[in-house]
């Protein structure tokens, strides 16, 4: 028995050339193609966890899926090979110093590609947004449609899809309307002439508000007056609705509610006006020219 593990140590002993002045032998090249082989295998278990960490984060895209879980791939294949390399003793400090230099041109070409990728990566493991989120980025109001290892899909108001990329929505200050709850507040200024019962006016505006079928029950209504403009006495009405993507139809209903309430109670909504006076001079002159 000593004799064969003696016979089957030579031979996997046995050189087969020199790189760079080291002996290769089998044992060499047998642990190289196990390094290279668990590196295929780590590859595989990483890429299966990382395709389940995204699609539990919402990310449903599997172009995205498909890029991201190759660029992972490629790098540990990458860092395998290496050490693969060097366990055949092959010296790697020039290649890197020559890959040193390659990559940082790669890097400078690629960096705002990066930035996103990592910008995605953030937004995916803090989940402060999420597919269907309504949010105002760059004064828009946009919908989420869908989170991209690069870049978000979002629909606007107006039915246009946008393409954001992920550093924007990290880097920028902006509003998540549904971070926490959907509660969304409704403003509509109205003015209202300087003869009118101001008490009224504010009875009117809180009864016109509260009485709406499609306000949020939970939270009350409230009403200011928020300045005396030059020509009207300016009121703010406010209610909270559960919808932040329907703003623009329930903002048109509640200045219609408004109208309609003043109307029926008789108070004038205000609108410019201008008065203008003549000095008697021109008075008299506009009256001999219509005279003549």
Do not use: C
Not at 11 to 36: D, H
Not at 121 to 140: F, M, N, Q, W, Y
Not at 268 to 289: G, N, W
């Amino acid at each position: 028995m000593s004799d064969i593990f003696q016979l089957v140590r030579e031979v996997l002993q046995y050189r087969l050339f020199e790189i760079s002045g080291t002996a290769v032998n089998l044992m060499t090249l047998l642990t190289f193609a196990l390094i290279i082989a668990f590196t295929f295998l780590i590859s595989h278990l990483l890429q299966k966890a990382l395709y389940r960490f995204f699609r539990t984060r919402g990310v449903k895209d599997e172009a995205s899926l498909g890029v991201t879980t190759r660029l992972l791939h490629y790098l540990i294949l990458a860092i395998g090979l290496g050490v693969g390399i060097h366990t055949l003793g092959i010296n790697l400090t020039a290649l890197f110093a020559a890959g040193a230099i390659f990559a940082v041109g790669i890097g400078f070409a690629m960096q705002n590609i990066a930035q996103n990728f990592v910008s995605g990566i953030i937004l995916l493991a803090e989940r402060t947004i999420k597919p269907s989120d309504i949010l105002e980025v760059e004064g828009r109001i946009v919908r989420v449609v869908r989170l991209g290892a690069r870049a978000t899909v979002a629909r606007t108001l107006d039915e246009e899809d946008l393409i954001i990329p992920n550093s924007i929505l990290v880097q920028s200050v902006l509003k998540n309307y549904t971070l926490r709850d959907a509660l969304y507040r409704l403003r509509a200024p109205v003015g209202v002439i300087y003869g009118s019962d101001m008490a009224l006016v504010r009875q009117v505006l809180e009864e016109t508000a509260r009485d709406l079928p499609w306000r949020a029950e939970d939270t009350d209504p409230v009403v200011f007056l928020t300045e005396f403009g030059d020509s009207s006495v300016n009121f703010e009405v406010s209610v909270w609705v559960d919808n932040p993507w329907q703003m623009r139809g329930l903002r048109s209903k509640l200045n219609e509610a408004i109208w309609w309430g003043l109307k029926g109670a008789g108070i004038t909504i205000a609108f410019p006006q201008l008065d203008v006076h003549f000095d008697p001079p021109v008075v008299e002159s506009l009256r001999t020219m219509s005279r003549s």
